[in-house]
């Protein structure tokens, strides 16, 4: 007799109870409010400043037609193959020659390329940290590094961030009595501030580091996009070996190829290289095959041109709308390049809370106290100004005015 297929289901009315099978880590694991917040950003005629997304409508999508036929007609088989986990050659060959041209010294033995600097992140969180170690960052910091290394149940030591960085000051008191596994630092327009870190505080931070023995881990997704001022040395140039340096092709080329690179000594490499194979063997061929050829077709320097210009606008469009909008008592960072911008309210406001009354007002933002590892910040916001047409920046920020005049009063 044939077997029936599929088969009939085993008849139980046992079920699973899931929630006891979670391992410890994973209730350490939450959703990122900005994801939350995403959700009803897609609500009819919101104007979202939340998200940290880049102008879709500058998207190269024309090169990434032309790459993607020219990929597979000149080398389909390699594409579309298992590839090496460390990342595919010619790409690590040519980032390795675009960071020297931005001051960082790297052969290909120092790359590795990752599922963007998120998955970087959670590499670097799976071989330093361990429960109870200590691990510096700012105060706010990137809310994406504190999701992925929470899970590993660090204690995070946050350090004051202002006008001109982390506060060098408050670094080394920290670094005198704590012994951290590493400082997290974001150089240029830190997410969520805008702010820069001058040269004199990088200079300081890599004494401080080499003087208490604490490597630094440098994210640096923003460097390029700098459209006001002058470039600063990234911190990997000051001092290579106590360095790694992390950067992304999701602002410069778009977020959705999830494409990023590490640079760092050979032997921290091999180590995330181990992560690495762990968790995904190894990035899409295919996709690292198309950055390359939108790379070596030299495409990058006239895009990102492009992108600043029109970032720099946005910011500028929504500075002077804020000026005129805004109420007495608001203070905003005014960033010379990047994706964001920093808002500062009075002390009793609870921007959190405010953040229904905008939502309802149908404007959006992300509270600044989840970006604070102590959850502290209730009186402060990130806007993102890249991201909404012109004149939707100027109706978002009218609406948010309105909503922050009533409740200053
Ligand atoms: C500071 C920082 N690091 C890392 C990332 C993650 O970037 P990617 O898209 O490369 O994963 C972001 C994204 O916004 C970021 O702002």
Not at 156 to 168: N, S
Not at 289 to 295: L, N, R
Not at 351 to 374: H, I, Q, R, W
Request: proline share 7%; hydrophobic share 40%; charged share 25%.
């Amino acid at each position: 007799m044939e077997a029936k297929f599929p088969p009939d289901p085993v008849m139980t009315d046992v079920t699973t109870a899931w929630d006891d099978k979670f391992c410890d880590r994973c209730k350490m694991m939450s959703s990122s409010i900005i994801r939350e917040i995403l959700k009803f950003t897609q609500m009819p005629d919101m104007i979202s400043f939340a998200g940290g997304l880049p102008a879709p409508e500058l998207f190269p999508i024309r090169a990434f037609e032309e790459a993607c036929a020219h990929v597979l007609k000149t080398d389909g088989q390699t594409a579309l193959q298992y590839g090496l986990t460390e990342g595919y050659g010619p790409l690590k060959e040519a980032l390795a020659e675009r960071m020297g041209k931005y001051g960082v010294a790297a052969g290909p033995d120092n790359i590795l390329l990752t599922n963007g600097s998120q998955q970087a992140l959670d590499l670097i969180g799976r071989i330093f940290i361990g429960a109870g170690d200590v691990i510096v960052t700012g105060k706010p910091t990137y809310l994406g590094a504190l999701q992925a290394w929470r899970v590993y149940r660090p204690r995070i030591v946050g350090i004051p961030v202002d006008d001109e960085g982390m506060q060098m000051d408050a670094l080394e008191a920290a670094l005198k009595i704590e012994n951290p596994k590493f400082v997290y630092i974001l150089p240029n327009f830190h997410n969520p501030m805008g702010v820069t870190l001058t040269l004199e505080r990088r200079k300081k931070l890599v004494e401080l580091a080499a003087k208490y023995g604490t490597p630094i881990i440098e994210d640096d997704p923003y460097g390029e996009l700098r459209f006001e001022g002058e470039d600063l040395p990234p911190i990997v140039v000051l001092h290579k070996q106590n360095v790694i340096y992390l950067s992304t092709f999701s602002k410069i080329m778009a977020p959705g190829i999830r494409l990023g690179w590490v640079v760092a000594p050979e032997a921290i490499i091999k180590k995330l290289v181990q992560a690495k194979q762990a968790t995904d063997l190894h990035t899409s061929t295919f996709i690292q095959m198309i950055a390359h050829d939108i790379v070596k077709r030299g495409i990058l320097k006239a895009h990102a041109k492009e992108i600043k210009r029109v970032y720099g606008e946005r910011r500028r469009l929504m500075t002077a709308s804020m000026d005129e909008h805004f109420p007495e008592g608001v203070t905003w960072t005014k960033p010379q390049g990047g994706l964001f911008m920093w808002v500062k309210t009075p002390e009793h406001i609870n921007c959190m809370e405010l953040l229904e009354t905008a939502v309802e007002n149908k404007v959006a933002y992300v509270p600044g106290s989840v970006f604070y590892p102590d959850e502290t910040g209730l009186n402060t916001f990130r806007l993102n100004f890249s991201n909404a047409l012109p004149d939707k920046i100027v109706e978002g920020v009218k609406r948010l005015g309105r909503v922050l005049e009533k409740a200053i009063g």
